[in-house]
Each structure stands twice: as structure tokens, then as C-alpha cells.
């Protein structure tokens, strides 16, 4: 008989107390560094944090002004969130008098050519990440890549995959059943996805400094820029989500095919970048012309991961051994919490992604990408409007019915894991994000839109007041354990050291570089 959602967590919850427990986590957290004003930093990245190359922790994203906090993979949520409130105390004991700007959609800032691109040194491989940017810039324009967001890593814990394999009784070899239940899982995460923005959107206005805004948005006041109803503006066409790529087809219905559509996409020349040009003068404006410079140009709520060794690109490490772990995309920074994440999220992202690996996941056609993307954008800007509609199988529904189906299934996975957990934490979680289902004021983007509305502030002074409160957070707390400002502090030196080493060991020009890294073009 066909087994359905229900009859496979139950069958894998009988597998035994470890199956579903210790999956691992980890969270990436970007912020732009800002003045005590709140304009955008124009100072180099603080020698104390180590080299943005090579530091495992403290790195940063497309702008030198906006840092990427990283943490490893751990088997509870409290861990990961300790550590990465341990990297916030540890950057601000150095960050002199800037802060760590709160929310996903920047502020104050300057024009395109006066927003810095990440440096990371003279070897090959840091000029290749600087030339990657410069041509991000570019192509979709540098304000458009200051907009910061929260990245969640998870993995199924080892014991899951041969106990699932048993209760499918499948034959196929760990690479090939993990991969394909993978896909599975982000299949149904880009169908379902909608809910994450719903619950975590946190960017339902911006300033005015903001490029493109003004076309689209009504003003709320003199400085800001909203939509009534939205829930992410940085994940709505005026955010990340941008037409730029909507030609480029990923297909996700296996791995094999996956990798042979990235592949093609960063070998496939592009007209309009082409016009850009690729070296000029003797600069690179951008690594190639083609519709993909590399894998991580194209933009997805949800990405394919596994741990590339040195020098190997990332698909030909999916194509090596698979998919190890997911990475979530879509979270906006938590503006209420000083370390933009907590552990509800951490614990909801945790058991929907497993009710999207149990759950009817068949293959994607042009169809329903078409209604993904309705959906995506308008959760994104109309979420809390009584009046959107959903599309679903080619109908309307209303997005709490869907919602409301969605939590039950996912509640049902969290109290399975709580069983083996013991303290009722995941089924917490969802119970709280299920009465923002049921009353939408309890969304982050609706306390957000609440507070603006209330206190008359624009969103650069409610920002820039939070930023500075949560400053004053890490200021006040116990100081950092010993060993973890000791472990910091090493990896900061130790990182400045390998920069010069990977420096050092260069023997071949750029051009040879990228020609290299490039060969299967």
C-alpha cells in the first residue's frame, strides 16, 4: 500500500529514540557595518576580526561593509544560537564606535559607486572574489546587494537515512537515496516556502535612499517607503528576487539534471553582459559574460549544498558525493532579537523541513514554477492582505487555509521529536507561530509596520534605535567564556596567517587563474 506523510513519520518515528534527533544546524548572519549615524561604513574590515578570506566565523559578503557571521554545524539549537550571539560580542568588542545595522533592507546609504566591494587580499583566489562582486554590481547593482539576510544550514542526522531507507524499503545506495530525498525536501520547501516569509518576512518597509523604491512603494512618511500588507520587501521583486534571472531554468527533479543546468547557466553567454564587458583596460569588470559568473550568482530560497574541497567548484562537488545539507535562504533578520535569529525559528525551519522530506513531493513543471512565484512574491508583498489568494494546483485558496494545513503537519513532526527530546520545545515553537497564523498582527512585519505607524518614526530611526539597543545588549551581558574569546581570537590571527600563505603560493598570473577555474566552459 502507498504510504502517505502520516504513515512514514510514524514508521520513522518507530525506528528508533536517534532517528530524528541531533540533526545538524548552522546559521549564517549578515549585517552592514554602519556609522554611529547609520550611514554605511567606509572603513576596511577591522584587522582584529582576521582575514575575510580565510576566517571560519567572521567574514564578509559582497560589500567590506557587510559582515557574514558563520557558525558551525551543531546538533541542538541552543548551541548555534549561543555561538553566534559569541561572534556579535566578540565583533563589537571591536568595532570601535559603529554598529551592527538590525534589518535586512539598508539605510543612508550611498550611491553605487561609493558602496565598497569586499577586499580579500592580492592571491588568485581574493582577487576572484572581489572581480565576482564588482561584476554582481554591475549586473544587478551594489545597493541591491547590501540588502542582508539569515542563512540556516540543516542536515538529517546520520542514524535518519538508513532507517527511512528500511521503512521504504529501498535499494539504491546512500549517494543516490540521500540526494533524491533531498531534492524531495526542497522541492516541496519552494512550494511551501511562502510560509517562511509569512512568518519570518521582516522587512516591510525601507528608506527612501533605496534605488528603485519609489516607483513601486507608498510612502508611509517622509522618509520611508512600505507596503500595508508586506511581509519581505528584500524578498519581493524590489529585493532579491529580481527579474535579472527569471530565464535561467534550475531544474530540481534530480541531481544529475541540477548540476547540468547550473553547469550550462555560468557557460552561456549573455548579450547584455556581454555590453558590460569582462576585462577593460586591463580591469575586470566581471569574471565572464555568461548568464551565471559562478554557482552562487543564482538566486534561490533554497540551495543544494555540500562542502567543496579546496579549489573545487561546488557542483562538481554535488556531482562527487551529493547533497550533505541544505541551506535556507529566505529569512529575513529578526529585527527584535540582538542576534537577528532565535531558537523558535531555528526549531520550526528544523520540522518543516522534515515534513517537506516526508511529505508527496513530485516533480516540478513550468506550471507550478509559475505558481511558486506567484506565491513567493506575493506572500512577499501582500502576505497579511486579507484579499491575496494563493494559487495551488491551478486555484485560489487563501493562504491561512494553506497555512493552517501546513502546522498541523509540521506540529506533528515536532511532537515526534520532542518525544525523543523530552522538554516540548518544537511543539512550542509551532504553537506560537500558529496564532500568527490565525491573527497576522502577531507577524514580524505587522509589529514592524505597528511600531512605525504608532510612533510616527521612519524605518531608518527605528532601525538605527534598535541597532543601537542591541549594542547596548552585548555590552551589558556576562563577557565571553574564556575559551571561546580564546578560540575567536586564534582564529582571527591564524586566518591573517593563512591569507598571506595562500598568497604566497601562487605561481601562476590571474588571467591563468580564472582560465583554470573555468576549463569546463
Known amino acids: 500500500m502507498r504510504q502517505g506523510f502520516e504513515q512514514r513519520l510514524e514508521a520513522i518515528a518507530a525506528a528508533g529514540s536517534d532517528v530524528l534527533r541531533g540533526g545538524l544546524k548552522?546559521?549564517?548572519?549578515?549585517?552592514?557595518?554602519?556609522?554611529?549615524?547609520?550611514?554605511?561604513?567606509?572603513?576596511?574590515?577591522?584587522?582584529?576580526?582576521?582575514?575575510?578570506?580565510?576566517?571560519?566565523?567572521?567574514?564578509?559578503?559582497?560589500?567590506?561593509?557587510?559582515?557574514?557571521?558563520?557558525?558551525?554545524?551543531?546538533?541542538?539549537?541552543?548551541?548555534?544560537?549561543?555561538?553566534?550571539?559569541?561572534?556579535?560580542?566578540?565583533?563589537?568588542?571591536?568595532?570601535?564606535?559603529?554598529?551592527?545595522?538590525?534589518?535586512?533592507?539598508?539605510?543612508?546609504?550611498?550611491?553605487?559607486?561609493e558602496i565598497p566591494l569586499a577586499r580579500y587580499g592580492d592571491s588568485n583566489v581574493g582577487r576572484m572574489k572581489t572581480i565576482y562582486r564588482r561584476g554582481l554590481g554591475h549586473r544587478y547593482g551594489r545597493q541591491m546587494q547590501v540588502i542582508a539576510g539569515v542563512h540556516f544550514n540543516y542536515s538529517l542526522p546520520a542514524a535518519f537515512w538508513p532507517a527511512y531507507r528500511s521503512v521504504l524499503q529501498d535499494e539504491r545506495d546512500d549517494k543516490s537515496f540521500r540526494s533524491d530525498h533531498y531534492l524531495r525536501m526542497i522541492r516541496n520547501f519552494r512550494r511551501m516556502g511562502w510560509i517562511i516569509l509569512y512568518l519570518f518576512g521582516a522587512s516591510p518597509a525601507v528608506c527612501k535612499s533605496f534605488a528603485g523604491a519609489a516607483a513601486k512603494l507608498p510612502s508611509l512618511?517622509?522618509?520611508?517607503?512600505?507596503?500595508?500588507?508586506?511581509?519581505?520587501?528584500?524578498?519581493?521583486?524590489?529585493?532579491?528576487?529580481?527579474?535579472?534571472?527569471?530565464?535561467?531554468?534550475?531544474?530540481?527533479?534530480?541531481?544529475?539534471?541540477?548540476?547540468?543546468?547550473?553547469?550550462?547557466?555560468?557557460?552561456?553567454?549573455?548579450?547584455?553582459?556581454?555590453?558590460?564587458?569582462?576585462?577593460?583596460?586591463?580591469?575586470?569588470?566581471?569574471?565572464?559574460?555568461?548568464?551565471?559568473?559562478?554557482?552562487?550568482?543564482?538566486?534561490?530560497?533554497?540551495?543544494?549544498?555540500?562542502?567543496?574541497?579546496?579549489?573545487?567548484?561546488?557542483?562538481?562537488?554535488?556531482?562527487?558525493?551529493?547533497?550533505?545539507?541544505?541551506?535556507?535562504?529566505?529569512?529575513?533578520?529578526?529585527?527584535?532579537?540582538?542576534?537577528?535569529?532565535?531558537?523558535?525559528?531555528?526549531?520550526?525551519?528544523?520540522?518543516?523541513?522534515?515534513?517537506?522530506?516526508?511529505?508527496?513531493?513530485?516533480?516540478?513543471?513550468?506550471?507550478?514554477?509559475?505558481?511558486?512565484?506567484?506565491?513567493?512574491?506575493?506572500?512577499?508583498?501582500?502576505?497579511?492582505?486579507?484579499?491575496?489568494?494563493?494559487r495551488r494546483d491551478g486555484k485560489a485558496v487563501e493562504l491561512r487555509d494553506w497555512a493552517n494545513e501546513i502546522m498541523i503537519n509540521v506540529l506533528a513532526v515536532a511532537e515526534t521529536i520532542d518525544r525523543h527530546e523530552g522538554d516540548g520545545s518544537y511543539a512550542a515553537a509551532v504553537g506560537v507561530l500558529q496564532r500568527a497564523v490565525a491573527n497576522s498582527d502577531r507577524t514580524l512585519s505587522a509589529r514592524i509596520v505597528t511600531e512605525l505607524e504608532e510612533t510616527g518614526s521612519s524605518f531608518f530611526e527605528f532601525a538605527l534605535g534598535m541597532a543601537k539597543c542591541h549594542r547596548d545588549y552585548f555590552a551589558s551581558i556576562a563577557p565571553l567564556r574564556a575559551a571561546q574569546e580564546q578560540n575567536l581570537s586564534t582564529e582571527a590571527a591564524e586566518s591573517a596567517l593563512r591569507q598571506r600563505q595562500i598568497e604566497e603560493a601562487d605561481e601562476i598570473s590571474l588571467d591563468a587563474y580564472l582560465q583554470r577555474y573555468f576549463t569546463a566552459c
Open 26 to 113: 548552522g546559521v549564517e548572519k549578515e549585517s552592514l557595518r554602519v556609522s554611529p549615524e547609520g550611514f554605511l561604513a567606509q572603513t576596511p574590515h577591522p584587522t582584529a576580526l582576521g582575514s575575510a578570506l580565510t576566517n571560519r566565523y567572521i567574514t564578509t559578503d559582497f560589500s567590506e561593509a557587510l559582515l557574514e557571521f558563520v557558525t558551525p554545524a551543531f546538533a541542538t539549537t541552543w548551541e548555534a544560537l549561543r555561538c553566534i550571539c559569541d561572534i556579535h560580542q566578540f565583533t563589537y568588542a571591536h568595532l570601535d564606535d559603529e554598529l551592527l545595522w538590525t534589518a535586512s533592507m539598508p539605510c543612508r546609504i550611498p550611491a553605487d559607486r
Open 221 to 390: 512618511n517622509a522618509d520611508t517607503w512600505f507596503e500595508p500588507y508586506a511581509t519581505s520587501l528584500r524578498m519581493s521583486d524590489l529585493g532579491y528576487s529580481n527579474q535579472n534571472q527569471s530565464r535561467i531554468n534550475i531544474s530540481l527533479n534530480s541531481l544529475d539534471e541540477y548540476v547540468h543546468d547550473l553547469s550550462s547557466a555560468i557557460c552561456t553567454p549573455e548579450p547584455s553582459y556581454e555590453d558590460i564587458g569582462v576585462k577593460v583596460d586591463g580591469k575586470y569588470r566581471q569574471l565572464n559574460a555568461n548568464l551565471l559568473q559562478i554557482e552562487n550568482e543564482y538566486y534561490s530560497s533554497v540551495r543544494p549544498k555540500r562542502i567543496a574541497r579546496s579549489g573545487e567548484q561546488p557542483t562538481a562537488a554535488l556531482r562527487r558525493d551529493g547533497i550533505e545539507y541544505v541551506e535556507i535562504r529566505s529569512l529575513d533578520i529578526n529585527m527584535f532579537d540582538p542576534s537577528g535569529i532565535n531558537q523558535n525559528t531555528m526549531r520550526f525551519i528544523e520540522a518543516f523541513l522534515i515534513y517537506c522530506l516526508l511529505e508527496d513531493s513530485p516533480h516540478l513543471d513550468g506550471a507550478e514554477f509559475e505558481e511558486i512565484r506567484h506565491n513567493h512574491t506575493g506572500t512577499a508583498k501582500r502576505g497579511r492582505d486579507p484579499e491575496f489568494r494563493l
